[in-house]
């Protein structure tokens, strides 16, 4: 839960938009409920189809606790950490604006030395006329 507060902070802080310091907790506690909502929904919905299945038999009983549902679902395969990393940087374009397709894989491996690729030469023009 702390990197989740540290997440929101760091959102609010980047939009800059100068709030009181109750305006700004109540913000905060707001975008928290949402981004948990988002993630838990995206953990659902990355189960796969018998998993799914499964966990809707179980969800019709009334016993069944929400401490359940999430061993539950961190048990069924599914890489929740994942799931969390996409949905907070889909929640942090929503919220900052940006570009909403992006490359998660690449923001995982950042810390990691970049590949340089071998760029190769571009024809010339006269190679190009001759071909056309």
Do not use: C, H, W
Not at 14 to 38: C, G, P, S, T
Not at 77 to 94: K, P, S
Not at 104 to 132: K, Q, T
């Amino acid at each position: 839960m702390d990197n989740v507060e540290q997440f929101i902070d760091q959102l609010i802080d980047e939009k800059d938009l100068n709030l009181e310091d109750d305006v700004r907790q109540e913000l905060k506690a707001d975008m928290i409920n949402r981004l948990l909502d988002q993630i838990d929904q995206a953990s659902i919905n990355a189960l796969p189809e018998d998993k799914a299945i499964e966990l809707a038999d179980k969800l019709d009983d009334p016993d069944f606790t929400d401490e359940q549902v999430a061993e539950f679902i961190k048990n069924s395969g599914v890489d929740l950490e994942r799931v969390a990393l996409e949905t907070m940087v889909q929640f942090r374009l929503l919220y900052l604006g940006g570009n909403p397709n992006v490359d998660v894989e690449a923001l995982e491996n950042a810390d990691e030395e970049p590949i340089e690729e071998p760029v190769e030469d571009e024809p010339e023009e006269e190679e190009v006329a001759e071909e056309a």
